[in-house]
């Protein structure tokens, strides 16, 4: 899906938007719209610093967390108040908040609590963000129909917010929208300023595909080398979706517990509602919000699974790869793997030590091994120092090399 062509059917909200453009129901841009009454001149646009913070999009690919600084920092040079990052996929209602600025975290937070995701009228400016790569509140909405529009009155008029304009870009089949607010002092962004904004996509484009190269492949490694030692492990997206499995956890499945169209599907009701829960809250950009979650699936008189979620890094790079949380899975019934007896067994490692191997021998950030283990980075530094000690290697790469011999001498075998 490129921006100027009708993305693929399925999802309802872009397909309606577009039916109604080709219709006739929704006025085009500039096309029987008034100007909003009020508007005081902002501070403006200023698309020369603009530049220059997209340009530093590629610093949160290295740095988790970057992305509620450049936010804030786009935002001040848009003469706005503040700026968040969306997501949205065909085929899914609705959109996921991946990331946000310092100043509208409690904007946030209510966004997805009183699930507004599902219910964001901005979703209609998607067919011209399609065209131009540029979408604000004129292109679907009156001034009249703003002042009785519960998303206006209800959701932005508590915060004093109301003028929106979203720069759409691409990563893979998704589309993202870095949607920047402004207050009613401020004013609409005019047509002028659209222009500015949309010379953005490309520089947006470039660097969310890079960052979903990096990032798929980094959560490959770290699931694979999960997998190596015997550890069943799955990766949700923003939407709650299974983006990536690895071999151990496939070979649990069964009536119980599986995987049917990218969707966890088990028989126990009370796992199944947790699970929805689980995929809700990946909407939200907040770890907390899906970090530290177990859920227990029953299997009839079998011992049940148990599947704990550990929140992946909210840098760019699990941004743009669609990566949300980390799914561990324990089969209580299941004989332990060969390969994480043979890692003990060869270099005495500890349990702890071996994942903690995994992790960082996939690829994995010391930051998402202390998430993944519930420890401190001190302490998994430390770890890491013995493990290398023991295994007689010095970084990242030969820890990758030496978990694909051993796999190859102790191939997993199924439970």
């Known amino acids: 899906m490129r921006l100027g062509k009708r993305p693929p059917p399925g999802n309802p909200h872009l397909q309606v938007a577009l039916d109604a453009i080709a219709d006739g129901d929704a006025a085009p841009f500039g096309v029987g719209l008034a100007k909003p009454a009020g508007r005081k001149a902002p501070q403006g646009l200023d698309l020369g610093k603009l530049e220059k913070v997209v340009a530093r999009v590629q610093d949160a690919v290295a740095e988790p967390g970057a992305w509620g600084g450049i936010l804030e920092e786009i935002s001040a040079a848009a003469g706005a108040q503040c700026a968040s990052l969306f997501r949205t996929s065909p085929g899914i209602s609705g959109v996921s908040l991946v990331a946000t600025s310092t100043s509208a975290e409690q904007l946030a937070e209510r966004y997805v609590r009183d699930g507004w995701f599902h219910r964001d009228l901005r979703v209609r400016a998607i067919p011209k963000m399609l065209k131009t790569g540029v979408g604000v509140d004129q292109d679907f909405i009156t001034p009249h129909t703003i002042e009785r529009e519960p998303y206006y009155q209800e959701f932005l008029a508590p915060f004093g917010l109301r003028w929106w304009a979203g720069v759409g870009f691409q990563s893979g089949d998704d589309l993202w929208c870095m949607a920047i607010q402004r207050?009613?002092?401020?004013?609409?962004?005019?047509?002028?300023?659209?222009?500015?904004?949309?010379?953005?996509?490309q520089r947006l484009t470039e660097a969310a595909t890079i960052s979903r190269a990096v990032g798929r492949a980094r959560i490959a490694g770290m699931t694979d080398a999960l997998g190596l030692v015997g550890q069943p492990a799955l990766v949700l997206d923003h939407f709650g979706r299974v983006l990536r499995e690895n071999t151990a956890v496939t070979g649990l499945y069964d009536q119980w517990f599986r995987v049917v169209g990218a969707h966890i599907i088990v028989?126990?009701?009370?796992?199944?509602?947790?699970?929805?829960?689980?995929?809700?809250?990946?909407?939200?950009?907040?770890?907390?919000?899906?970090?530290?979650?177990?859920?227990?699936?029953?299997?009839g008189e079998r011992r049940p699974i148990v599947v704990e979620s550990h929140a992946l890094s909210s840098g760019a790079i699990e941004s743009f790869s669609g990566g949300r949380v980390l799914l561990l899975v324990t089969d209580l019934e299941a004989q332990t793997r060969p390969l994480a007896s043979a890692l003990g067994a060869t270099f005495g490692l500890t349990t702890a030590e071996a994942r903690l191997a995994a992790i960082i021998g996939g690829g994995g950030s010391l930051d998402a091994a202390c998430e993944a283990l519930h420890v401190t980075r001190e302490t998994a530094r430390n770890q890491l120092k013995t493990v290398f000690a023991k295994t007689n290697t010095h970084r990242q790469a030969e820890l990758v090399l030496l978990l694909s011999r051993l796999s190859t001498a102790f191939p997993p075998r199924s439970s």
């Open 183 to 201: 207050t009613v002092g401020q004013g609409y962004f005019d047509p002028g300023e659209q222009t500015k904004l949309a010379t953005l996509c």
């Open 267 to 299: 028989q126990d009701r009370e796992a199944a509602a947790a699970f929805a829960g689980l995929a809700d809250a990946c909407r939200s950009y907040h770890p907390h919000a899906v970090s530290g979650k177990r859920i227990l699936v029953r299997r």
